[in-house]
């Protein structure tokens, strides 16, 4: 690991918080981070360095997945620097910059400066600009940029955002952050799909008969009203995570397993996906929104009586899809994606549902057939379950299904955000989202933004507490399947 800056833009904010100080101190604890290093926080507010140190301590305290030691903790304080930045004023980098190669020289460390962007994204090119006019971009070693999301709204603005971008940052420099891809199982698909010749053998069209990716909240709008009003599921959820997960389900196995044989892999998927128009989106394409219900016991605001939400909004808190990926590989085998708020459960999953040759020889006792499912568990639980049939001799022989499961119970495991960082400051972007895919995903999605936005997409309500509304189940039911 190379000895480093990280200068956090950003660093008094609720994903700092939350989530980068903490992901570093464990990177700390685990001497993942070079011996020497330097770490400067900016943020809008004037802090003295002390108050923001006694900031910091309280994230890690509060945030850290590590118990506290004391020692440890007083040491990684002491990298820390921070220093008050409008980031909008060109002339106030010159001071971040002096602070930047100052802590370089007494901690004799080599130019290497790695930016985090975790400010609002009106700020992400105005920054990037900045540090490359001010000189922080200028660095004898390296330098890379780690940008939050939203990247863009729609396909124009991602375009412009990357063309600001690339004006200060090569591609290669660009580390587009999509937490998901930090999630263990999620970094674990290539290797189900891949290190098990078994699975690997099955993996397409001959086998497969369709694939399920789910991702449910029990939670509503929260306290993000103004956010999400504008962003909506389809933003917030489909064109990133969802997208995302698709790819790598999808994907063939690269000739090499490289961030790039990856990347390119990822990249084919999105150019085979059938693009959506005027009459395929009313068909494929379902847009729901949360009503008054129950969960849990407990009853529930409907999404317009939500404090901060219009009356009048038809935001998508709900989007249930169909994809094809029109390519040799999974011809005819439709991809089901659904994710929504103040759903039954919160649960992400994939589930690969297999072919029946048999066409159900085998059936349950309400004659409903046994399809073999694989089901690959992303959060809250961490697995891997295969759906086998099997005789159950203690019920008079009926086939049954079993799972044969495993499920990682290993506690303290990383989080998405320490894998992440940790990967980009060895320069791996493997799990990081490449322009051209993130390109190619609004490409998809802009014609589901446009009916949205012209109204002319049906918008389904479905009560708070079901798994959506029925029309996203006649979506499947047209195919002869259903949701598991
Ligand atoms: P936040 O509003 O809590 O913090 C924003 C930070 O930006 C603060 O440190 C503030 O001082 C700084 N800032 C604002 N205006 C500034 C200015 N003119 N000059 C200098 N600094 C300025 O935001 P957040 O929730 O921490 O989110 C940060 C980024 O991360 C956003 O892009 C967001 O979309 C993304 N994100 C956040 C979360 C989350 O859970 N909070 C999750 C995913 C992505």
């Avoid at 922080?136 to 971008?165: C, M, Q, V, Y």
């Avoid at 189900?192 to 909240?217: D, G």
Wanted: glycine share 6%; no cysteine.
């Amino acid at each position: 690991m190379d000895s480093m800056t990280f200068v956090l833009f950003g660093a008094t904010g609720d994903l700092a918080k939350r989530k980068i100080f903490p992901a570093l101190y464990n990177l700390f604890l685990d001497e993942k981070l070079a011996p020497n290093f330097s770490i400067v926080g900016s943020g809008r507010s004037p802090m003295e360095q002390e108050e923001f140190s006694e900031y910091v301590e309280q994230s890690l305290k509060t945030f850290s997945r590590r118990e506290d030691n004391d020692s440890r903790m007083k040491e990684f304080l002491s990298f820390i620097r921070y220093m008050a930045v409008d980031v909008t004023q060109k002339d106030e980098y010159a001071q971040l910059l002096d602070l930047v190669t100052s802590r370089e020289k007494e901690l004799n460390l080599p130019e290497n400066r790695l930016f985090y962007l975790s400010v609002a994204p009106q700020f992400f090119d105005v920054i990037a600009s900045n540090i490359q006019q001010s000189g922080l971009g200028s660095t004898k070693g390296w330098k890379r940029l780690i940008i939050e999301k939203p990247f863009g709204h729609d396909l124009p603005s991602a375009r412009e955002l990357n063309a600001k971008l690339s004006k200060s940052f090569e591609e290669e420099e660009i580390y587009r952050i999509d937490h998901y891809l930090g999630k263990p199982m999620v970094q674990n698909l290539e290797a189900i799909e891949f290190a098990n010749p078994i699975l690997q053998a099955l993996w397409n069209k001959r086998h497969i008969a369709n694939v399920q990716i789910t991702a449910s909240e029990i939670v509503g709008v929260e306290e993000r009203a103004g956010y999400y009003d504008n962003s909506g599921a389809i933003r917030d959820m489909i064109q990133n995570h969802m997208l995302q997960m698709m790819m790598l389900t999808a994907m063939h196995i690269p000739e090499k397993v490289s961030a790039n044989g990856i990347r390119e892999e990822k990249k084919k998927v999105m150019e085979a996906l059938r693009p959506l128009n005027p009459e395929n989106i009313n068909t494929d394409v379902i847009r729901g929104q949360y009503s008054s219900g129950e969960i849990k016991g407990e009853k529930v605001i409907g999404y317009i009586d939500e404090p901060g939400i219009e009356r009048t909004s038809k935001n998508d808190t709900f989007i249930a899809a169909r994809l094809w990926v029109d390519n040799e590989m999974w011809e005819g085998v439709p991809f089901y994606l659904r994710t929504g708020k103040r759903m039954t459960e919160k649960s992400t999953r994939i589930v690969i549902e297999f072919k029946d040759p048999l066409r159900g020889v085998y059936k349950d006792e309400a004659g409903n057939a046994l399809p073999n499912l694989l089901t690959i568990e992303i959060n809250p639980n961490a697995g891997v379950s295969l759906q086998l049939n099997s005789k159950n001799l203690l019920n008079e022989g009926k086939v049954e299904p079993i799972n044969v499961m495993f499920y990682s119970n290993e506690e303290n495991v990383p989080e998405a955000y320490e894998l992440l960082i940790h990967d980009a400051l060895l320069g791996d972007p493997t799990f990081f989202a490449h322009w051209n895919e993130v390109e190619l995903a609004w490409k998809w999605v802009q014609p589901i933004l446009d009916a949205f936005e012209a109204d002319t997409a049906p918008l389904h309500h479905y009560k708070a507490g079901s798994m959506g509304p029925e029309a996203s189940d006649k979506l499947l039911a047209e195919n002869g399947f259903k949701w598991w």
